[in-house]
């Protein structure tokens, strides 16, 4: 928490990214009355899920600046964006230009809008590949080139993405990556 507000401090960055796992204790931090976050416009936050917890504690400490919520992954570096308010469950926000979404069951059949399956992303400047990594690669895209991310969940009709959990046995939690397999 002391180096990002000096990071801050002594730069002057017009916006902050920071996953939720440093997000908090930086919010809760007592330096934060003694230090001038005047040159930051926005803040964005990414990498886990950003809690209602979270939501609540950013404005009441930044009531005047936008927090921007991401949802993405390596391979779809943003799928989705939240602005923030209003807060809405599971919802991590809306698609954006550029990228193409679908959900699949099991068997890959596209569901309808609601129904729960795997999220798919495609987008216009494309998954080259896993370097070196030719196998992995084919596994990772479908038929029609869209990356399976492995997060299961839903689109609505106004274009939200809800996250409901995941399918891969590797997910990203407070900022490191964790995995199912012992």
Do not use: W
Not at 23 to 38: G, Q, R, T, V, W
Not at 104 to 120: C, M
Not at 163 to 182: E, M, P, Q
């Amino acid at each position: 928490v002391e180096l990002c507000i000096e990071v801050i401090q002594k730069h002057r960055p017009t916006s902050v990214q920071l996953n939720p796992s440093s997000m908090l204790p930086l919010l809760n931090s007592p330096l934060l009355k003694s230090s001038d976050f005047s040159s930051v416009k926005m803040f964005t936050c990414s990498g886990s899920i950003v809690n209602e917890e979270l939501r609540k504690k950013y404005k009441s400490v930044f009531p005047d600046k936008p927090l921007l919520i991401f949802y993405g992954m390596t391979e779809v570096p943003i799928a989705a964006m939240f602005p923030g308010e209003p807060y809405d469950g599971l919802k991590v926000g809306k698609i954006v230009a550029n990228i193409q979404l679908k959900v699949v069951d099991e068997g890959g059949k596209n569901l309808d809008i609601g129904e729960p399956g795997e999220i798919r992303a495609r987008f216009e400047f494309g998954f080259l590949g896993y370097f070196n990594n030719v196998q992995a690669t084919k596994d990772a895209l479908d038929e029609e080139g869209y990356f399976k991310t492995g997060d299961l969940g839903y689109l609505d009709e106004d274009g939200n993405i809800y996250i409901l959990d995941r399918n891969k046995d590797v997910f990203k939690h407070k900022g490191f990556h964790v995995s199912f397999l012992a």
